[in-house]
């Protein structure tokens, strides 16, 4: 069976595809991941996800590393080894995402990077603030432009009409 995940989360709250994998697996299943920052964002969540699997009798390998975790290996240096390459693995991800913030500063200072765009046109904004300032409810004015509520009340806030139902 295959997991992939394909949300980008910083926690394992935000993973639906990971808690389906650890509720999956049994003793003598092995799991078998691209590389360590794959699977966890940070050395802690490494630790636990790996001992969680230990625990469970399943047989982690990581491809990139070259390494395999094996239930009931109580070797003090395979720790150290996970815990070392999870940090550089953290690390990397780091400067990544710093590097990703430096360039999105520098291509808005150029004019280049505007954002994410509206997702209700000025007119549509214009007419979706009129009909709640009339009295419409605001899932019913959410619901007509195809648009969550939350942005609704942000496009109704950012006009100064109350927000409250």
Known sequence: MS???HASASSRRGRPELGRLLNHVRAGDEVVVSSMDRLARSVIDLAQITDELMTKGVRLRFVSEGVTYSPGDNDP????????????AELERSIIRERQADGIAAA????????????????????????????????????RYGINRSTLYRTVLRSGVSATD
Not at 77 to 88: E, N, R, T
Not at 108 to 136: F, H, I, N
């Open 3 to 5: 997991f992939e995940e």
């Open 77 to 88: 240096y395979a720790k150290f080894q996970l815990h070392l390459l999870g940090s550089v």
């Open 108 to 143: 808005k200072a150029r004019g280049v990077y505007l954002g994410r765009s509206p997702a209700l046109s000025a007119d549509d904004a214009a007419t979706a603030r009129r009909l709640v300032a009339e009295g419409v409810p605001k899932a019913e004015v959410a619901r």
